[in-house]
């Protein structure tokens, strides 16, 4: 009778173990599913940090798909967008007219900064994909991912989108696509926080 009820918790541990592994967003269960896409997606989830919650200010140089040397001191004092993205990345072709829209309101115009960081391409091929979405805010060739690093565990998933407020510290970020509705408000509450 006692190896019964034994043999029956380890069943039922076992079932609750293997629902717990069915997640079709775990990294184990996206390597398992044979697309061979090479990269994790994300579920669109959002997460906040309150202001005394936040880390260092990211510190975050490195070079435009045109040549031109960016570091992230040039947006110290108003918000910035970061959004990872790939052209290959078929969640980033969906959400990069939302991205559009947002970076292009007129409340937005002279308050707050965007970035986009290429991923894993030739920077050929990414300002290709620029000029088509009409994205006019400068993109990083990220290659080497040295700018992935800078970003604190924070941009796991392709695409990912963070926000980070006036002193440079990450405030939201967003695990997949994102739509303009999310990443207006996320916006609005970082540009609602009285400057430090």
Sequence with gaps: MRL?????????????LAACSTDPNSVAEQAKDGSQKN????DGSIQQAAP???GDPVE??????D????SIGTTRGKPLVINLWASWCPPCQKEAPAIKEVS???AFADTVAFLGI?????AETAAAQVRAWGHTFPTLSDDGGTALLALQGKAAAMPSTLVLDRDGRIAAWVGGPVTAATLTGLIEDVLAEAPS
């Design 52 to 54: 005394d919650k936040r």
């Design 39 to 42: 990269y994790i997606s994300g």
């Design 118 to 122: 290429n991923q894993r391409e030739s």
């Design 4 to 16: 019964t009820r034994r043999a029956a918790v380890a069943a039922v541990a076992l079932t609750a």
């Design 60 to 65: 975050l140089t490195g070079t435009t798909l």
């Design 104 to 106: 292009e309101k007129t």
């Design 67 to 70: 040549g031109t040397a960016w």
